[in-house]
């Protein structure tokens, strides 16, 4: 199994996304979670996932990482994900806690200890990431891969040409693509097009209990979406692992992308290089289609694998 770890802010499709990956343990395995403040503030996110990972029986080590950007204060997606940053529905009190590590340290000796190279899934703000490899450059060479939700060639969520998670910390964002770890970029160019739709949702409830908790997340998570002029609720995070797990279902273009820090209309716009000659060769592939019906398919049968454990 190719060894994950995942650094999110729980978070309606980050919840999916964390179950998408539990449910497929043979291909994907999570050695750890790291959590950063990003849709709600990072208490809030970590007892999320702990949560959620109480509920699905799923002792992985949590740690938690930075409260806030870079620079400047954290801006939160209350708006989308509500007071709890993951409002819908109510989740037993966790039996798990955080390790005593912070996000950094934590991911340094899952890296540093580790046979294999590691896959990083980021999907938040990307501050957590950005400190480890500006602190501990080394751990580059052993890290696999960073397959991302974040930005978009098109547009953005938050401002016209950003999207929220490189929107909250454009400098971290802009450290990661510069990295020179190859980079898949879930924007919001594909992301947008894995959405989900209402009869989808109403199904999700005639099933079993991580599927029916699921689509609570989902109903409250839509009526954001529905009040931005979507038809369906877009599975933003899920696609980081979906791509993971079978990269066939999405189409792509490598390019070379990384981040406006500075502009007034553009901060935390991903910009990539579509020149026929661009200056510099390619860091990322850009996801920008995919098969919404293999997708979803993919998803209830995850979920359908989860109800029955
Ligand atoms: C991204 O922002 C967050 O609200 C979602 O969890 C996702 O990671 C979409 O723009
Ligand atoms: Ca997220």
Same mark, same amino acid.
């Given at each position: 199994?190719?060894?994950?770890?995942?650094?999110?802010?729980?978070?309606?499709?980050?919840?999916?996304?964390?179950?998408?990956?539990?449910?497929?343990?043979?291909?994907?395995?999570?050695?750890?979670?790291?959590?950063?403040?990003?849709?709600?503030?990072?208490?809030?996110?970590?007892?999320?996932?702990?949560?959620?990972?109480?509920?699905?029986? $799923?002792? =992985?080590?949590?740690?938690? #990482?930075?409260?806030?950007?870079?620079? *400047?204060?954290? +801006? @939160?997606?209350? !708006? %989308?994900?509500?007071?709890?940053?993951?409002?819908?529905?109510?989740?037993?009190?966790?039996?798990?806690?955080?390790?005593?590590?912070?996000?950094?340290?934590?991911?340094?000796?899952?890296?540093?200890?580790?046979?294999?190279?590691?896959?990083?899934?980021?999907?938040?703000?990307?501050?957590?990431?950005?400190?480890?490899?500006?602190?501990?450059?080394?751990?580059?060479?052993?890290?696999?891969?960073?397959?991302?939700?974040?930005?978009?060639?098109?547009?953005?969520?938050?401002?016209?040409?950003?999207?929220?998670?490189?929107?909250?910390?454009?400098?971290? $964002?802009? =450290?990661?693509?510069?990295? #020179?770890?190859?980079?898949?970029?879930? *924007?919001?160019? +594909? @992301?947008?097009? !894995? %959405?989900?739709?209402?009869?989808?949702?109403?199904?999700?409830?005639?099933?079993?209990?991580?599927?029916?908790?699921?689509?609570?997340?989902?109903?409250?998570?839509?009526?954001?979406?529905?009040?931005?002029?979507?038809?369906?609720?877009?599975?933003?995070?899920?696609?980081?692992?979906?791509?993971?797990?079978?990269?066939?279902?999405?189409?792509?273009?490598?390019?070379?992308?990384?981040?406006?820090?500075?502009?007034?209309?553009?901060?935390?716009?991903?910009?990539?290089?579509?020149?026929?000659?661009?200056?510099?060769?390619?860091?990322?592939?850009?996801?920008?289609?995919?098969?919404?019906?293999?997708?979803?398919?993919?998803?209830?049968?995850?979920?359908?694998?989860?109800?029955?454990?």
């Amino acid at each position: 199994a190719t060894p994950i770890i995942i650094d999110c802010d729980p978070g309606h499709d980050d919840a999916i996304a964390i179950l998408l990956a539990y449910a497929h343990r043979d291909q994907l395995d999570i050695r750890g979670i790291t959590t950063v403040g990003g849709n709600q503030i990072l208490d809030k996110i970590t007892d999320n996932t702990l949560k959620l990972l109480s509920f699905i029986n $799923a002792d =992985i080590p949590v740690a938690k #990482g930075a409260a806030a950007p870079l620079l *400047g204060k954290l +801006v @939160t997606g209350e !708006a %989308a994900h509500g007071e709890s940053g993951m409002d819908g529905p109510l989740l037993p009190p966790s039996k798990f806690r955080p390790v005593e590590q912070g996000a950094v340290e934590f991911m340094l000796n899952i890296i540093r200890s580790s046979e294999e190279k590691i896959t990083l899934v980021p999907t938040a703000p990307l501050t957590n990431i950005a400190l480890l490899l500006t602190a501990y450059p080394e751990v580059k060479e052993k890290i696999e891969k960073i397959s991302l939700m974040g930005g978009g060639l098109a547009y953005g969520n938050v401002t016209a040409t950003a999207e929220f998670n490189i929107y909250v910390d454009p400098e971290a $964002a802009r =450290i990661v693509f510069e990295s #020179g770890i190859p980079i898949t970029m879930s *924007g919001l160019d +594909v @992301t947008d097009k !894995a %959405a989900i739709i209402e009869e989808e949702i109403e199904a999700l409830k005639q099933r079993g209990p991580v599927s029916v908790m699921v689509g609570e997340l989902l109903d409250f998570y839509s009526i954001f979406g529905k009040k931005m002029g979507f038809v369906g609720s877009a599975l933003h995070d899920p696609c980081a692992i979906a791509w993971l797990l079978h990269p066939e279902l999405f189409t792509s273009e490598k390019l070379y992308v990384t981040v406006e820090t500075e502009g007034k209309l553009t901060r935390g716009m991903t910009v990539a290089d579509r020149r026929k000659k661009p200056d510099r060769p390619a860091n990322t592939e850009v996801l920008l289609g995919v098969d919404r019906e293999a997708f979803m398919k993919l998803l209830f049968d995850s979920l359908e694998r989860l109800d029955q454990e």
